[in-house]
């Protein structure tokens, strides 16, 4: 069975950082491309970031590209997803998904002005 568990989420200051982490289970996760996915309060899901399997290749919305950086661990089955300079904006919920459309229940993420 597919399990992702996001942590690392709270509450942080316009300019701040958090770090966000998913573990995941249940699948070779080696062997996937994983993302990162957003939703605001009152809004849809908007796609953050993108990583391909072995890392080597990222991919980011404009709206964040600069600030947060994916990275993950595959010995260690870990997603995670740097969070610079975060701004109010940046508040949502924030998951970790497969491209095969698995997600976790999120972390919250709040950015105070």
């Known amino acids: 069975e597919v399990h992702l568990v996001e942590s690392g989420g709270g509450l942080v200051h316009t300019g701040g950082s958090l770090r966000l982490s998913c573990a995941a289970s249940g699948f070779t996760f080696s062997t996937f491309t994983m993302n990162w996915v957003r939703q605001a309060p009152g809004k849809g899901l908007e796609w953050v970031s993108r990583?391909?399997?072995?890392?080597?290749?990222?991919s980011y919305a404009d709206s964040v590209k600069g600030r947060f950086t994916v990275s993950r661990d595959n010995a260690k089955n870990t997603l995670y997803l740097q969070m610079n300079s975060l701004k109010p904006e940046d508040t949502a919920v924030y998951y970790c998904t497969t491209v095969t459309g698995y997600r976790g229940q999120g972390t919250q993420v709040t950015v105070s002005s």
């Open positions: 990583i391909n399997s072995d890392g080597g290749s990222t």
